[in-house]
């Protein structure tokens, strides 16, 4: 997860309102898209609707929920006689594809180093690590009596190659495009007409939009096609209604295998810049061998 010191930026001491903030590294999954687009239908949208109780909120579902649990749940959604109240809106996750050419920003694809067939990381920050950069400065600025002519001195001036650097490292993120049926139904023309209306105009002249959940930003477009389902001509007994589906199709990425995933969605490392090798020696000729003297 994320590591308790943040601060990969060096803020001026004369900038005080510049402050440090966590973006963006936690998991990205299916579910986080799910969310996301359940986020902007609930939280930016707000449909409302002019029913016979007033101008009220327009309930929002994910799919249709089981009858049974529906009843026991949420039994404002549906009335007396058991069959839901109008107008509603659901929306329904229908297709993912992993299309190669549409891979988004991140076009490049890392393999592991550990040959597994697996994907590799990528690093998103880096940072000097002050204490231990300094001590290897000085250890290796430090001169004994003999060179500093009886004095020993610790912070000798020297360049130092030996720089430790942290760096934060995720997942390659896997694109993916998922598209999502929003159907919208409703008793009467003019609920229709305004449900309708906002998925038309929010945009603008163009029909693409950004999500936003937890740090993670996806863009989305929604079909040109507004396709409409009404059995308002149907002289049979069933119930009147006007029926629209939308759908938008979302380019997501995946970070990480979710909670399949053996690794970390964040991972801290920091460079090697110095080997050690351990190695035996022998004594030379004519040198006494202490070790046998006292096993002796």
């Not at 299916?30 to 327009?58: C, F, H, Q, Y």
């Amino acid at each position: 997860m994320l590591p308790k010191n943040f601060d990969f930026a060096m803020i001026p001491a004369d900038t005080p309102r510049l402050t440090l903030k966590e973006v963006g590294m936690l998991e990205s999954s299916i579910e986080t898209i799910d969310a996301a687009i359940m986020t902007w239908m609930r939280g930016d949208l707000k449909l409302k609707a002019r029913t016979n109780e007033g101008w009220s909120d327009v309930p929002v579902l994910w799919q249709v929920p089981e009858r049974a649990y529906q009843i026991k749940n949420r039994k404002e959604l549906r009335d007396d006689g058991g069959a839901l109240k109008l107008p509603l809106v659901s929306i329904e996750r229908t297709n993912i594809v992993k299309d190669p050419e549409r891979k988004g920003s991140f076009q490049a694809h890392y393999y592991s180093n550990r040959k597994n067939g697996r994907s590799w990381r990528f690093v998103i920050a880096r940072r000097i690590v002050e204490d231990k950069t300094r001590n290897f400065a000085v250890a290796a600025g430090t001169r004994g009596e003999s060179e500093t002519g009886g004095t020993k001195q610790r912070n000798y001036p020297r360049v130092n190659k030996k720089i430790v650097i942290q760096s934060l490292s995720i997942p390659i993120p896997v694109y993916v495009n998922i598209d999502y049926k929003i159907t919208i139904k409703s008793e009467y023309q003019q609920q229709m007409n305004t449900l309708l209306t906002p998925f038309i105009t929010r945009t603008g002249q163009i029909n693409s939009f950004v999500l936003k959940r937890n740090g993670h930003l996806y863009e989305c477009f929604i079909d040109q096609n507004f396709a409409q389902a009404n059995n308002v001509n149907n002289l049979g007994e069933e119930m009147r209604m006007f029926s629209s589906e939308i759908t938008i199709r979302v380019l997501g990425y995946l970070i990480g295998e979710g909670e399949n995933d053996d690794r970390p969605i964040v991972k801290v490392d920091e460079n090697v810049v110095e080997y050690h090798f351990p190695q035996e020696s022998i004594a030379p000729p004519g040198v006494p061998n202490l070790f046998g003297d006292i096993l002796k």
